[in-house]
């Protein structure tokens, strides 16, 4: 999943409309911000700090990016002239002037020669364009009329699976409002241009991504439709291409700023609803999902959109803030929600699922969170037990209650698969099991509880939006068996609510059973509920991302829930008998001996990181002599995989000798060499 890390001011913008755009520098996190028209600075985003600047003698037309080729910076002035000056330039009007017939559109970046986009089309090399800049007879006139009628925007160089490049850019035609997508080729100057447009709606936002086959055109529409047109070398369709999804999540009714961040990844910025307020997005266009969100308390209708170096640098107003993201490996089940299947649907779903005002409807129900209070007012909050059922007799109760079947059917379920039952509607033809991931999942223990995560699951919510919203509520209700419930039925569970889980436990969980005596509790301290007993083990057994827990466990964790977890952890990895529960993993499908004490280092070292100030200056004596039992127990480890280094090689020797060969060669003759002497 794509996460946002950390969110910062980067520089300001003197003014919104003299704003020229971002490119690349030569240096790695390193951006060149043309902030106005006579003003550039060399901003490095990780610090931030600003490098260098420069004010320009006369006005920029556009953006100045970097030549690789050459090294140095190139600017346009006037439309018809380049000044190219390196870093150690101080005064960019000394740099002499190169004036061409041909009005320059844009200067476009590639990592190796800038190129030179003339504003009827063309294109070359920075270093071609110079050398025939003297050769050029074009009316002045007519290169005037260009610059007027013509509009060149968002102009990108992309890289095909074959190594062809082509060069993607959006000309917006003054006279007739018409914007067209423009596509071409670096390797035989073949240009195809798409129309965008769609009958009765407006576009919103527009960007060329890239995408598995090559780049791809990706639209938004004011009514909420996402098309996608690919841009590869035999495609042919037309524009705006093909419709793939809706957008919910923002306003479509304001503008939209789109970029291309990574294959697949595209970054969406926009107003909520109801105006309050704004979001970036990061939209996987491959499984139509958003997979990251960021909330703005203002919404500005002057935004821009520039990705480099993990970072999604956005102009909004006065400023330009940097977005700090990272995208983990995907998780499939995450992305396209958790338990959704299709036996979950009705007949009349299933007839529907394909209609696009279907979905829109569904999409638009699914935007109102609000539950109506007569929705359990009638259901029983806990369910009935067998026994407390009349069984049918004949007489006084005809037929039996369909409770008893259900739990029959669950306790035979029980006893072959790990699932539950989830509906009987038509007899044992309409009998639907969810299977389940986890033994221990006992599933939710009361109607109202299994309702919400019912819905949640068949409405498509990935594992971690359902969480975050059912730890949250369980965690203030002090629900700690439905907390114990969600982190057993779910394996991909955010860091930040991890880390809320993991003070939740200890805050519920008696020092006896963390003191170093998991499997005993002293006779003067009362036992806790036997959820509470499990929770801690259980949230600990969780797979997670060690940096990206470091930051909530400093937020969540004291220095005294520190000391209780370090002495757990040291029971869990060191008793043999003493294991977490067993769980399916993201990337292990159970915990043993030997992965519980994995899990209890991982732990153990991203708490030494979260807390390392603390540890430090700490003074307590038991804290200070249970850092001494895992430094013994580390170097204990240490010496003992010394001698494995010299027993690598030869077990790999081994393996690669007794590896099955296959007896019938691909070779079509083989050479061999015979010394008879």
């Known amino acids: 999943m794509s996460k946002f890390l950390s969110y910062y001011n980067l520089v300001s913008i003197p003014d919104p409309a003299e704003f020229l755009g971002m490119s690349a520098d030569k240096d790695v996190g390193n951006i060149i911000a043309t902030l106005a028209r006579n003003v550039v600075m ?21 953006p100045v990016v970097y030549d690789p080729n050459s090294q140095k910076y190139v600017g346009v002035f006037g439309n018809h002239g380049l000044r190219l000056w390196d870093e150690s330039t101080v005064d960019v009007s000394k740099c002499k002037k190169l004036k061409f017939p041909k009005s320059i559109a844009h200067v476009v970046y590639t990592e190796k020669e800038a190129l030179v986009l003339y504003s009827d089309g ?29 509009t060149f925007s968002k102009p990108t160089v992309h890289t095909l ?21 423009v596509r071409r080729s670096l390797h035989n100057n073949a240009k195809r241009s798409h129309n965008i447009k769609r009958e009765g709606v407006r576009l919103t936002g527009h960007a060329v991504i890239e995408g598995d086959a090559g780049p791809q055109l990706m639209t938004i529409w004011s009514d909420k439709r996402i098309f996608m047109l690919p841009l590869a070398e035999r495609a042919h369709e037309s524009a705006p291409g093909q419709f793939v999804s809706m957008l919910s999540e ?20 926009g107003a909520n609803y109801g105006q309050e307020g704004a979001s970036l997005l990061v939209y996987n266009t491959q499984f139509k999902v958003v997979n990251a969100k960021q909330y703005f308390k203002v919404y500005l209708d002057f935004s821009r959109l520039f990705a480099h170096d993990e970072h999604i640098l956005l102009a909004m107003g006065q400023n330009i803030a940097a977005v700090r993201y990272r995208t983990n490996d995907e998780l499939l089940v995450d992305m396209l929600g958790s338990q959704m299947n299709e036996t979950h649907l009705t007949p009349i779903e299933l007839d529907h699922i394909n209609e696009e005002e279907s979905l829109e409807t569904a999409i638009k129900f699914l935007g109102d969170k609000r539950v109506p209070n007569s929705t359990f007012s009638s259901l029983p909050m806990e369910l009935p037990a067998v026994m407390q059922l009349a069984h049918a007799d004949g007489k006084l109760v005809p037929f039996e209650s369909p409770d008893i079947m259900q739990q029959e059917l669950n306790d035979l379920i029980k006893q072959h698969v790990d699932g539950e039952l989830v509906q009987v509607d038509n007899g044992l033809d309409e009998v639907n099991i969810t299977l389940m991931r986890n033994y221990f999942d006992a599933g939710p223990q009361n109607l109202a509880v299994q309702s919400i995560v019912r819905q949640l699951e068949r409405s498509g919510a990935g594992e971690q939006e359902i969480t975050e919203k059912l730890l949250t509520l369980f965690i203030k209700t002090q629900n700690s068996e439905h907390v114990l419930m969600c982190v057993r039925r779910y394996t991909n569970i955010s860091e930040h609510m991890l880390a809320w889980c993991l003070r939740y436990a200890l805050d519920n969980t008696p020092t006896a059973l963390t003191n170093g005596n998991t499997m005993e509790t002293d006779e003067d301290v009362s036992p806790a509920p036997s959820a509470n007993n499990e929770l801690l083990n259980a949230v600990l057994s969780c797979s997670f991302n060690s940096v990206a827990i470091e930051k909530y466990l400093k937020e969540r964790l004291e220095v005294s829930h520190v000391q209780r977890l370090l002495q757990h952890l040291y029971v869990l990895a060191t008793e043999p008998n003493v294991l977490l529960e067993e769980r399916p993993n993201q990337d292990a499908t159970s915990l043993g001996s030997l992965s519980t004490e994995i899990q209890a280092i991982r732990w153990v ?73």
């Open 605 to 677: 070292s991203a708490l030494m990181t979260s807390h390392v100030t603390l540890l430090t200056i700490s003074k307590d004596q038991q804290l200070l002599n249970l850092l001494e039992q895992w430094s013994d127990l580390l170097d204990l480890y240490r010496n003992l995989l010394g001698p494995l280094s010299t027993v690598m090689p030869l077990l790999s020797h081994i393996i690669a000798l007794r590896k099955r060969r296959n007896p019938f060669s691909r070779n079509w003759y083989n050479i061999e060499r015979i010394k008879l002497y």
């Open 250 to 269: 923002l306003n479509v009714e304001s503008n939209l700023s789109l970029q291309g961040l990574s294959r697949n990844f595209a970054a969406i910025y």
């Open 161 to 181: 699976p074959q190594g062809q490049q082509v060069l993607t850019y959006f000309d917006y035609r003054t006279a007739t409002g018409e914007l067209h997508v």
């Open 42 to 62: 060399i901003v490095n985003i990780r610090i931030p700090k600003t490098l260098r600047s420069w004010s320009m003698p006369e006005k920029l037309t556009a």
């Open 122 to 150: 063309g294109v070359a090399p920075l270093s071609k364009a110079l050398a025939s800049r003297k050769d050029q007879n074009e009316d002045k006139a007519k290169q005037l009329a260009l610059v007027l009628s013509r």
